[in-house]
């Protein structure tokens, strides 16, 4: 009775620490899209005037560009954490944003069309993950009635190879 309230205890503690860890992936993924816009924060509160560029026009275009390379390695560095995958939308809004701004540059963060993109492009990634797990599920049960198939032909084979045999030596 001990061992299996003692293994139960580990059980709980196993899952409450993958789920923490679920968490705090999802957090700092989430964190990864919200770090793009660092160099917006920068520019508003004035904080990059006495800062080194490092070669960079501003601060402000040092602080992007390296919060651009940051960020896909925060999310890669999360990923094997398995964060929720809705937490993703928020990187992904982000850069959709960002994208959008590359073509239309005149375009501001309350304009109607630019939330519309950013928020189809969400949509289009989780109806792609959607779409993407379907099609492994549908995937995998294919590979099992396959398996299944395999296996019943090869043991009809053998018994039709044991029948033949056992009727040989009868005759």
């Avoid at 919200?34 to 004035?46: A, G, P, S, T, V």
Wanted: proline residues 3%; neutral net charge.
């Amino acid at each position: 009775m001990v061992i299996n309230e003692s293994r139960y205890l580990m059980i709980q503690k196993f899952l409450f620490r993958q789920e923490f860890s679920r968490i705090v992936a999802s957090l700092l993924t989430a964190f990864a899209g919200i770090l793009l816009y660092m160099d917006k924060i920068f520019l508003q509160l004035e904080l990059g005037a006495n800062y080194e560029t490092y070669g960079f026009e501003n601060f402000e275009t040092f602080i992007w560009v390296m919060t651009q390379s940051l960020t896909p390695l925060i999310i890669i560095f999360c990923y094997p954490l398995k964060p929720y995958y809705l937490s993703f939308t928020i990187p992904i809004y982000c850069y959709a944003i960002q994208m959008i701004w590359i073509f239309q540059p005149e375009l501001t963060t309350d304009d109607i069309y630019l939330q519309s993109y950013a928020i189809g492009s969400c949509l289009l990634f989780v109806l792609l993950v959607i779409l993407m797990k379907r099609i492994n599920s549908w995937r995998r049960k294919q590979l099992l009635i396959e398996n299944e198939f395999q296996s019943r032909a090869l043991d009809l084979m053998q018994n039709l190879k044991e029948e033949k045999s056992a009727n040989e030596r009868f005759s």
